[in-house]
């Protein structure tokens, strides 16, 4: 069955330093990957997306993720974070059921030390 | 250009009781979803529309919740009756169209606590 993980419920790191959220998905055909981020009362907001190509992607607000299929792994990173950062992050991948479908992970949850 | 409004932001209600939730999608746009968001989880799609049709349905609790989406414009999802375990965030997307290649678009979602 098509699942997303993402091993880390939540992550701390200080202003500055760099960031990375994993995520690892489990589906059989050509994955379709995104990253949303979600801030308190606010809608989910992609990030990025990773259809083929190249697989160094990169998103708004400074994000980049790398797909690498003989890991399952498509991980989120940033250089240096800034507190505004601070918010929870979503790894989906979307899968084709005759329509189309976003399965979505649980969520890594980022804090931001000063 | 307006996001994706819902209403109301938050309900409280008992169990047992009905509820409802309304959605109005970016103008123009065919695709509407409504996902439902646990706490400590991540969304899970409960029904798409494309248009007023019903493209997918098949997570939606069927004996208990129902969504329509009349003229292709805005939608309400209804629950009825609620229990417990249906306190979440029920979140309405929209998209241009269904395929993949499409961005959705999240509104801020609806809290619904269930005494």
């Known amino acids: 069955a098509q699942s997303v993980t993402q091993p880390d419920i939540h992550i701390t790191v200080s202003e500055g330093a760099s960031l990375e959220l994993r995520c690892n998905y489990s589906?059989?055909?050509?994955?379709?990957l995104f990253w949303y981020v979600q801030s308190p009362g606010q809608g989910l907001q992609l990030l990025l997306k990773y259809f083929s190509g190249d697989t160094l992607v990169q998103g708004i607000k400074g994000f980049e993720a790398e797909f690498k299929r003989s890991q399952s792994s498509f991980n989120l990173r940033k250089p240096s974070v800034h507190w505004s950062d601070a918010a929870e992050y979503f790894c989906?991948?979307?899968?084709?059921?005759?329509?189309?479908?976003?399965?979505f992970g649980a969520g890594t949850r980022l804090f931001v030390k000063a | 250009e307006a996001g994706v409004a819902q209403s109301p932001r938050y309900k409280i209600i008992e169990k047992r009781q009905s509820v409802a939730f309304w959605c109005n999608p970016i103008s123009g746009h065919a695709t509407l979803y409504w996902y439902q968001q646990i706490l400590g989880q991540g969304p899970k799609l409960l029904i798409q529309?494309?248009?007023?049709?019903?493209?997918?349905d098949s997570q939606l609790p069927k004996d208990r919740f129902s969504a329509e989406r009349l003229k292709g414009v805005d939608s309400t999802l209804k629950i009825q009756p609620a229990k417990l375990e249906d306190s979440a965030v029920y979140l309405c997307a929209s998209s241009s169209g269904g395929g993949v290649i499409e961005t959705q678009y999240f509104g801020p979602g609806t809290r619904l606590l269930v005494l």
């Open positions: 989906a991948v979307g899968i084709n059921t005759g329509g189309f479908k976003t399965i």
């Open positions: 529309f494309q248009n007023n049709g019903v493209v997918d």
């Open positions: 589906y059989g055909a050509t994955p379709y």
